[in-house]
């Protein structure tokens, strides 16, 4: 079992910026790859951004440019700078974990972020 925490989130203007930070705990030798997912309210979960263990990125289109996702393999932690955020970013953020060791996927409990004037 891998447990993940997040931190961060909260209320900012548009074009402002937020950091999120994900630590994971448990079974974390087999964690493959860490990201971050979001979801508003009717969609589905959606990804934002995504870091292997060998340092290979991916971000969705619309983050692109703005969102930066970093990984520490040796704190087992995630983060996501958010930058210039606009009202579309507005969702609940998740942490994720992938595991090879059970091939299981992993969630943290979700943190709202709001963009708004």
């Known amino acids: 079992q891998v447990q993940l925490v997040e931190s961060g989130g909260g209320l900012v203007q548009p074009g402002g910026s937020l950091r999120l930070s994900c630590v994971a705990s448990?079974?974390?030798?087999?964690?493959?790859?860490m990201g971050w997912y979001r979801q508003t309210p009717g969609n589905e979960r959606e990804l934002v951004a995504s870091?292997?263990?060998?340092?290979?990125?991916n971000y969705a289109d619309s983050t692109k440019g703005r969102f930066t996702i970093s990984r520490d393999n040796a704190k087992n932690t995630v983060s996501l700078q958010m930058n210039s955020l606009e009202l579309e970013d507005t969702a609940v953020y998740y942490c994720?974990?992938?595991?090879?060791?059970?091939?299981?996927?992993?969630w943290g409990q979700g943190t709202q972020v709001t963009v708004s004037s």
């Open positions: 994720y974990a992938y595991s090879w060791a059970d091939g299981s996927a992993y």
């Open positions: 448990g079974r974390v030798f087999g964690i493959h790859v």
């Open positions: 870091a292997t263990g060998g340092g290979d990125l």
